[in-house]
């Protein structure tokens, strides 16, 4: 079993929907990242978190501790946002990663 | 202030050849990690670098290395290339202390290194 599982794989969906793509881990972690990366491969770190609930823009991540879960939620979804979203956990000295949701947004 | 750079941003070699990939930091960040992404894969982690010191090393081998300048930047070396190692090394700043990350991990654009 992976130290962290991305759920859905894959998810499409039409323009203005809400999205949600959920981040389980099995491992102690100090803090979780969300990542975008679009195709070409380029990185952007969207956010990190260690507890509760950040939001920027569209977009909130929020993260349970206990439950070593975390989801990110975008809403009024847009094509723009067709990227692959990767999790992350954070250990002392690396990150270990989903494998990522590939989201489509149609228009 | 520029962003994480990695250079070159596309290569080619040979079965058995050898390959050195760099990094700059950000400004200000003494943290270098190096990642290695297989086409339909999450990162996984290969090397951790602070202050010019190894402090973390993945589940690769020997053929690959790592060193950080007095500048922070950081070269990853590949040995012996096998068609396996095909994929996108990416390079990520932050700053870093010895017990964990104090920022997220800033990401450069990424080298695609593909063997033939």
């Known amino acids: 079993k992976n130290e962290v599982e991305q759920s859905p794989q894959n998810l499409t969906a039409q323009e203005g929907e809400f999205i949600t793509i959920n981040c389980s881990y099995s491992v102690g972690i100090s803090a979780l990242h969300w990542l975008q990366q679009h195709p070409g491969g380029g990185i952007v770190s969207l956010f990190m978190l260690s507890s509760g609930k950040k939001k920027h823009g569209r977009l909130i991540a929020t993260i349970n501790i206990q439950e070593k879960h975390s989801s990110l939620h975008i809403t009024a979804s847009h094509p723009r946002d067709s990227a692959v979203y990767i999790c992350?956990?954070?250990?002392?000295?690396?990150?270990?990663f989903g494998q990522g949701t590939r989201l489509t947004i149609n228009p | 202030d520029a962003g994480v750079t990695q250079s070159p941003t596309h290569l080619i070699k040979t079965r058995g050849q050898h390959v050195t990939l760099r990094c700059s930091p950000i400004s200000g960040h003494k943290s270098v990690s190096w990642y290695q992404q297989v086409l339909g894969q999450g990162p996984q982690f290969i090397f951790q670098?602070?202050?010019?010191?190894?402090?973390g090393r993945g589940n690769f081998p020997d053929r690959f290395s790592a060193r950080q300048f007095p500048n922070y930047s950081s070269e990853l070396n590949v040995n012996a290339l096998l068609l396996g190692d095909s994929a996108l090394y990416l390079c990520?700043?932050?700053?870093?202390?010895?017990?964990?990350?104090?920022?997220?991990?800033?990401f450069g654009q990424g080298t695609r290194l593909t063997v033939v």
């Open positions: 992350g956990v954070q250990g002392a000295q690396k990150l270990v």
């Open positions: 670098y602070y202050e010019k010191e190894e402090r």
């Open positions: 990520a700043s932050s700053l870093w202390s010895g017990s964990g990350f104090k920022t997220e991990a800033f």
